[in-house]
């Protein structure tokens, strides 16, 4: 299985801040790299795919970056919809695996 | 509109076989390049992928699983289903479906990545 690591685990922030998330692959994975917003009690919902293309509907205040085993998801401006956990997930092999995720909190 | 729904007990006593099955619209499961996934998510838990199935049949599942798990498809009936043996209370989880697809992005073609996801089943395994 290639591990998927997330940090922070958690974070602190507010309504404007810019927010950066870390994911990285316990080996090469190129590109193939997902990223999921779960809100309490709801299914996730695709962010990103291929690290760094937006899913159709997704706000332009997502953007992902990274390739090989390091990657960031960033959200430009926090908004109050943007409370939740995120995800990543490798696409380069089965099994798919998640990160642990990292909750975005109300500071 | 691509929708997907999860059925099945929400209670099981330890060493069942769980049953769930995915309905979905919108698609078909034998399209190329569609498959269905499972995934699974413990209670104040992550996302634990579980199994996936292709159009053309390819089935994966996670290798911790692996030899509890079994996923298939009904084309006809637009289902998925996937069995569970040997149920313990550890599994007690939300399973979600969900349907996966390939994206096309700088020449390839071959970015999956899960866009629609059912509304999860609540599965407890107790006696």
């Known amino acids: 299985d290639i591990q998927m690591t997330q940090s922070p685990s958690s974070l602190s922030a507010s309504v404007g801040d810019r927010v950066t998330i870390t994911c990285r692959a316990g080996q090469n994975i190129n590109n193939f790299l997902n990223w999921y917003q779960q809100k309490p009690g709801k299914a996730p919902k695709l962010l990103i795919y291929a690290a760094s293309s937006l899913q159709s509907g997704v706000p332009s205040r997502f953007s992902g970056s990274g390739s090989g085993t390091d990657f960031t998801l960033t959200i430009s401006s926090l908004q109050p919809e943007d409370f939740a956990t995120y995800y990543c997930?490798?696409?380069?092999?089965?099994?798919?695996?998640f990160g642990q995720g990292t909750e975005v909190e109300i500071k | 509109q691509i929708t997907l729904k999860e059925s099945g007990p929400t209670v099981v006593k330890p060493t069942q076989t769980l049953t769930l099955t995915c309905t979905f619209s919108?698609?078909?499961?034998?399209?190329?390049?569609?498959?269905v996934g499972w995934i699974r998510q413990p209670p104040g838990k992550a996302l634990e992928w579980l199994a996936l199935i292709f159009w053309n049949d390819d089935k994966r599942y996670g290798p911790s699983l692996k030899t509890r798990l079994t996923i298939t498809k009904d084309t006809s009936k637009n289902q998925v289903v996937l069995t569970m043996t040997n149920m313990d209370p550890v599994d007690t989880a939300t399973y979600y479906c969900?349907?996966?697809?390939?994206?096309?992005?700088?020449?390839?073609?071959?970015?999956?990545?899960?866009?629609?996801w059912g509304q999860g089943t609540t599965v407890t395994v107790a006696s």
């Open positions: 919108g698609f078909s499961v034998s399209s190329s390049g569609v498959g």
């Open positions: 997930q490798q696409s380069s092999t089965t099994p798919r695996t």
């Open positions: 969900a349907h996966s697809r390939a994206y096309c992005s700088g020449g390839g073609c071959d970015y999956y990545a899960m866009d629609v």
